[in-house]
């Protein structure tokens, strides 16, 4: 029996898909799509305009992981972590709960799997780097 996994990605990401193929056990296949930014400014991936497809990128979840829920998943992931720290980390159960409504599916965001670790090895301090720019990295800030 094969178990399938969803990944939400955005639209510039060239290194979530290879990292889940790479750690994908016998067994496991994983599936991706991505989310949408509309009409948003900016080149996807790039830090200009970076804060306003990631809010987009909220407004295209419903659609598109309704999408992903085709494939019967039995987890879905939300790939990027700058979408937590945009919804915030009150908000963080709320996206999680409801991209599992969407999908009929587990459901697990990047910045959760963090936390959920972060708190199995007992981790009180944390220092941040993101990949972001300043206006997201400081949204990461408040998050943690």
């Known amino acids: 029996m094969t178990t399938r996994i969803g990944v939400l990605v ?11 193929y790479r750690m994908a056990p016998a067994g496991v296949t994983v599936h991706f799509a991505r989310l949408g930014a509309g009409d948003t400014p900016g080149i996807a991936g790039a830090a200009a305009g970076m804060e306003a497809r990631t809010r987009a990128y909220l407004d295209t979840l419903p659609a598109v992981a309704r999408t992903l829920a085709e494939v019967m998943p039995a987890v879905v992931v939300l790939g990027q972590t700058a979408t937590s720290y945009v919804v915030g980390f009150a908000g963080e159960p709320a996206l999680g709960d409801g ?4 999908t009929g599916a587990k459901a697990v965001t990047a910045a959760g799997a963090v936390f959920a670790g972060l708190q199995q090895l007992g981790v009180r ?17 408040t998050y943690w």
């Open 10 to 20: 955005p639209p510039g990401n060239p290194t979530v898909e290879p990292e889940f």
């Open 99 to 102: 991209l599992a409504a969407l």
């Open 125 to 141: 301090k944390l220092a941040l780097a993101t990949p972001y720019p300043a206006s997201i990295s400081a949204l990461g800030k």
